[in-house]
């Protein structure tokens, strides 16, 4: 079966930095999708790897290796703001993407 | 703002009736997704069209069916409603699905209550 697997649930500092990882089985690969999603709002998209490596856009990055099946979100300067619900998708062999459950993220003052 | 447009924002009904939900894509994408979104639980997909054709099914009831119309907008009908089926229903669209990076980008939604 296809399965994405990220943590239900982190907590982070104001100011600091946080790594939200996503680990993968799908069958075929196209692309990995990052999505924001604050609570009661639409998602709203982040980011798309395909091949290896970090893909940085301002105080967001994202890495994927594709060997190992694994991805992470880091986010840099925490704000408030960033309190959220991140969503890593894969687009496997047939293009449909397959969701993981998400992260909540809690940013404390 | 996305570009993508759902209507109704808010649906409140009752158990047993039928419901129908719309949604307008951003101009020039050809493909619509459909998704529904409980209370703290993640996104489950329902169903995919693609310029008026439907193009993947996901977890979707058989109480529930969709179309798409020759000017790409979608409408979602729910039908025999349980108390189960409130939700948050999300439209999403995108230009081209044959591609990895087509970027699917969503509708602010239409929260369903069913009483």
């Known amino acids: 079966g296809q399965n994405i697997d990220q943590p239900t649930e982190m907590t982070a500092t104001e100011g600091a930095i946080v790594q939200i990882n996503c680990t993968y089985q799908t069958s075929g690969f196209n692309g990995l999708f990052w999505y924001q999603q604050h609570a009661g709002e639409a998602p709203t998209f982040l980011s798309y790897n395909v091949l290896d490596g970090l893909e940085e856009k301002g105080r967001f990055s994202s890495f994927l290796s594709r060997s190992k099946g694994y991805s992470y979100l880091l986010l840099k300067e925490l704000q408030m703001k960033d309190s959220a619900s991140y969503l890593c998708a894969v687009k496997d062999s047939n293009y449909q993407l397959i969701w993981g459950a998400g992260t909540k993220l809690i940013i404390k003052p | 703002d996305s570009g993508v447009t759902q209507t109704p924002k808010h649906l409140i009904t009752a158990t047993g009736q039928r419901v129908t939900l719309r949604c307008s894509p951003r101009s020039g994408d050809l493909s619509v997704y459909w998704y529904q979104q409980s209370l703290d639980q993640g996104l489950q997909f329902l169903i995919q069209y693609y310029n008026g054709e439907e193009r993947a099914k996901g977890n979707i009831l058989e109480r529930f069916s969709a179309q798409q119309f020759p000017d790409l907008h979608s409408e979602l009908n729910l039908s025999s409603l349980e108390l189960g089926d409130s939700a948050l229903y999300f439209c999403?669209?995108?230009?081209?699905?044959?591609?990895?990076?087509?970027?699917?980008?969503f509708g602010p939604g239409t929260r369903l209550t069913v009483l």
């Open positions: 999403a669209s995108s230009p081209d699905p044959g591609l990895g990076a087509d970027t699917q980008y």
